[in-house]
């Protein structure tokens, strides 16, 4: 990585933590600040789901989480963390880097969405 890389994803890694500390967080944010204003939905509202599909639940099976995100206008990512961050989401997982919201699928009339965890 370059200076200038590492000057650019330091500075990132600021904007995050002023806009979402890491003590009010229990996971880490992994996009760039400028993807915080991305829209992830035009509609009122949304559900996210979190899957426990992952290598880390083998042994602890858990029905999926859904957090249910509203706004009279259209739903960013930054209010999805918010939504995560004022539940107390915490993927108490290997993988707790949110790394995109994406549709489910392509229903258009479908509102539910799921969160990418990376590790």
Do not use: W
Not at 15 to 35: R, S
């Amino acid at each position: 990585m370059s200076s200038d890389e590492e000057k650019a994803f330091l500075e990132n890694e600021t904007k995050l933590d002023e806009d979402f500390p890491p003590n009010e967080i229990h996971f880490c944010i992994a996009m760039d600040y400028e993807d915080l204003d991305k829209k992830v939905s035009d509609k009122k509202e949304i559900l996210i789901v979190q899957k426990y599909t992952c290598y880390c639940y083998d042994d602890y099976p858990r029905q999926s989480n859904y957090f249910r995100i509203t706004d009279n206008k259209p739903i960013t990512n930054r209010r999805v963390i918010e939504v995560l961050r004022d539940n107390n989401f915490d993927p108490k997982c290997n993988h707790r880097f949110l790394e995109c919201i994406y549709k489910k699928n392509d229903d258009p009339l479908s509102i539910e969405y799921e969160m990418f965890l990376g590790s």
